[in-house]
């Protein structure tokens, strides 16, 4: 079993950058599939995944959005550039302890508490 913990969020005007960390705990880390997903009022939407068969974006992020993971140190990073208005939202880690590049919620057992990004005009 996995713990996850995000941070990183905050204020950024549009156009800029944030990047956001999701720290695990557990063992075996390398073992789990990770990803992003982000919730505003009326949705949540799916963003990324990380495992052993690379990296998966939604297109909704491609080319703005890079996901990245360090095993060494049980976390897992996105870093998040041109931002707008419309990436305002609370963001998610979420993981699976097998290699899965599904874009449903439901497929991730494992969740954070997740963590603020506001962006503003």
């Known amino acids: 079993q996995v713990q996850l913990k995000e941070s990183g969020g905050g204020l950024v005007q549009a156009g800029g950058s944030l990047t956001l960390s999701c720290e695990a705990s557990?063992?075996?880390?390398?073992?789990?599939?990770v990803a992003w997903f982000r919730q505003a009022p009326s949705y949540r939407a799916y963003l990324a995944t990380i495992n052993g068969l690379g990296t998966f974006y939604a297109d909704s992020v491609k080319g703005r959005f890079t996901m990245s993971r360090d095993n060494s140190k049980n976390m897992i990073y996105l870093q998040m550039n041109k931002l707008k208005p419309e990436d305002t939202a609370v963001y998610y880690c979420?993981?699976?302890?097998?290699?899965?590049?599904?874009?449903?919620?439901?497929?991730?057992?494992?969740w954070g508490q997740g963590t603020q990004v506001t962006v503003s005009l």
């Open positions: 557990g063992r075996n880390f390398d073992r789990y599939s």
């Open positions: 979420a993981a699976v302890e097998k290699s899965y590049s599904g874009s449903e919620a439901s497929g991730y057992p494992y």
